[in-house]
T-cell receptor, first 114, second 115 residues
Framework: AQSVTQLGSHVSVSEGALVLLRCNYS??????LFWYVQYPNQGLQLLLK??????LVKGINGFEAEFKKSETSFHLTKPSAHMSDAAEYFC????????????FGAGTRLFVKA | GAGVSQTPSNKVTEKGKYVELRCDPI?????LYWYRQSLGQGPEFLIY????????DSGLPNDRFFAVRPEGSVSTLKIQRTERGDSAVYLC?????????????FGAGSRLTVL
């Protein structure tokens, strides 16, 4: 069984500041991990994903995430926040064997202050 | 089609009525997923299809919910005897092949309001 915990339902940062959104997962099999973003009044879209290989993955709009197996974490970061980054971010996990359903966390809403 | 299409985009119904929500996935995508997203929550898994068959329906909340995909493309989520607690945005997503590594492409959702 898989699950995802996102720490902090709301995160507020100033424009230009570091963005850190936390995600911890639970999986009985090696996981595939994803971050999706949902902008206001838009559908979910992929930011980045980890499948195999390099544990630091880069996504769109300057975001990146690092898979840390020992910590069962996949935190999302961006060095410098932009106003346009304000959105809801969802961490998700999928298995690579057996069932392939993708389970989402509850989401973290990012606010960016001018 | 070019993207995942969901209809209707909005549905308002009365408690106790029957509702059908339709999803037309990206052409060639064999895997199709239904999620439910309540206000302020993440997408909650309901069911997924690999081809015509339901590979995992463990997320369906009760027997009032049912989904079909008879020809392996379009899927319909059916809700009987709707309750106010069923109000949510129902999301459909599809992806190619049978791998958890493949990215889900989401539709815009069907917003269901039960009065």
């Amino acid at each position: 069984a898989q699950s995802v915990t996102q720490l902090g339902s709301h995160v507020s940062v100033s424009e230009g500041a570091l963005v850190l959104l936390r995600c911890n997962y639970s999986s009985s099999v090696p996981p595939y991990l994803f971050w999706y973003v949902q902008y206001p009044n838009q559908g979910l879209q992929l930011l980045l994903k980890y499948t195999t290989g390099a544990t630091l993955v880069k996504g769109i709009n300057g975001f990146e995430a690092e898979f840390k197996k020992s910590e069962t974490s996949f935190h999302l970061t961006k060095p410098s926040a932009h106003m346009s980054d304000a959105a809801e971010y969802f961490c998700a996990v999928s298995g690579n064997t057996g069932g392939f359903k993708t389970i989402f966390g509850a989401g973290t809403r990012l606010f960016v202050k001018a | 089609g070019a993207g995942v299409s969901q209809t209707p985009s909005n549905k308002v119904t009365e408690k106790g009525k029957y509702v059908e929500l339709r999803c037309d996935p990206i052409s060639g995508h064999t895997a199709l997923y239904w999620y439910r997203q309540s206000l302020g929550q993440g997408p909650e898994f309901l069911i997924y299809f690999q081809g015509t068959g339901a590979a995992d329906d463990s997320g369906l909340p009760n027997d009032r919910f049912f989904a079909v995909r008879p020809e392996g493309s379009v899927s319909t989520l059916k809700i009987q005897r709707t309750e106010r607690g069923d109000s949510a945005v129902y999301l459909c997503a599809s992806r190619p092949g049978n791998s958890g590594a493949n990215v889900l492409t989401f539709g815009a959702g069907s917003r269901l309001t039960v009065l």
